[in-house]
């Protein structure tokens, strides 16, 4: 496994922007899925974005289409979420998971997490 912390949350107006951070240590991070999911209060965790080891493939829930775009540095043990066009509704805390099974990850599942980082998005 690897071990994971996010960075990057913070509090931002609608229609503005913000970069969060997931830095990897431990294990061959280029060999590890990475996703974001988050989690708002009341409401179940759900599956934001996520980047394939090999190809770099990713993937996005419909909802952040065309807003936010995942990315990965493997140099840098980094991934990154770019969340553009903030809407209130995607006030949540935003976690980093990693898994050596792109399926897994996509299934909600995964061997690390980091801590989370909270996203406030006001109107």
């Known amino acids: 496994q690897v071990q994971l912390v996010e960075s990057g949350g913070g509090l931002v107006r609608a229609g503005g922007s913000l970069r969060l951070s997931c830095a990897a240590s431990?294990?061959?991070?280029?060999?590890?899925?990475v996703a974001w999911f988050r989690q708002a209060p009341g409401k179940e965790r759900e599956f934001v974005a996520a980047?394939?080891?090999?190809?770099?493939?990713?993937y996005a829930a419909d909802f952040v289409k065309g807003r936010f775009t995942i990315s990965r540095d493997n140099a840098k043990n980094m991934a990154s979420l770019q969340m553009n066009s903030l809407k209130p509704e995607d006030t949540a805390v935003y976690y980093c998971?990693?898994?050596?099974?792109?399926?897994?990850?996509?299934?909600?599942?995964?061997?690390?997490w980091g801590q989370g980082t909270q996203v406030i998005v006001s109107s």
């Open positions: 998971a990693a898994d050596s099974d792109l399926t897994t990850l996509l299934r909600g599942g995964g061997g690390s």
């Open positions: 431990g294990r061959t991070f280029s060999r590890y899925a």
């Open positions: 980047i394939s080891w090999r190809s770099g493939t990713t």
